[in-house]
Structure formats: C-alpha cells, structure tokens
C-alpha cells in the first residue's frame, strides 16, 4: 500500500503552474501513525513518545499561527465518523479545511522558515494522508 505524506514534484509544478486566480481551500485527510516517528527530526522530538495524534496536534499549535500570518485560515477540523457514501474500508482519522487567499498565500506559508522548522511534527504523526485543492466555480 502506497502511503501520501508529501506532494510530488510533477503534483506540485501542476497546482502552482494552472492558470487559477484567487481563493483556494485545502481539503486535509489525515491517518495517524499508532507512534509518532521522529526518525527524521529528532530535533523536535519530545522528551516522552507519544501518538501520531499527539504529533499533529503539536504540528498544529505551532503552523496554526503561520497559517494565520499567510493570511490563510482554518475553517474546519474535526473526526470523521465513517463515509455515507464512499468505500467502507476506507478511515481517516482527522481532516481540516484550509482556506488560503491564493496559491501563492498557500506558498508563502508552506516554505516559511518558521514553518520547515516545525513540519517536521506533521511527518512524525502522519501514517497516510490527502491533500485536495478546491477552487470556486
């Protein structure tokens, strides 16, 4: 099984090289790790282990701010409870919208210095995951 933490050169030279103007949201799905995984920034790592769970939600009280100061927000966040309509087998455990003012806001915000000090938190919690840009008709 194929695993999505991060987006793909070609995904990512796609959303910033299409031809969209304005407001876009972010529509997060999010799996955790049972244990968080600071294998690849344990710089950050707290002195006691904890869940996946744990890690994002330090994750989000550090970018929520950044978030804020890209002039982005946070319009929702909260547990799933299964699909009405969608594959039974398919769980996320979190999901958020993101509303960002413009692609380039989203930019700002994702390679903030501040931010890459931190995303780390995001990769230690994150088993699977999905990243869907949405855009107003």
Not at 80 to 102: A, R
């Amino acid at each position: 099984m194929k695993n999505y933490i991060e987006p793909t050169q070609e995904a990512g030279r796609k959303f910033f090289t299409s031809d969209h103007i304005g407001q876009i949201t972010m529509l997060n799905l999010l799996r955790f790790k049972e244990k968080a995984d600071y294998t690849d920034s344990p710089e950050l790592m707290p002195e006691k282990a904890g869940s996946g769970a744990s890690a994002y939600l330090t994750y989000m009280k550090c970018a929520t701010p950044l978030i804020e100061k890209a002039g982005s927000k946070v319009l929702f966040s909260g547990k799933p409870s299964g699909f009405l309509i969608g594959p039974e087998d398919e769980n996320w455990d979190y999901m958020l919208l993101v509303s960002h003012l413009s692609k380039e806001s989203f930019l700002a915000f994702a390679s903030d210095e501040a931010y890459l000090k931190i995303a780390g938190h995001r990769t230690a919690a994150l088993e699977d995951s999905r990243l869907l840009p949405l855009v107003l008709d």
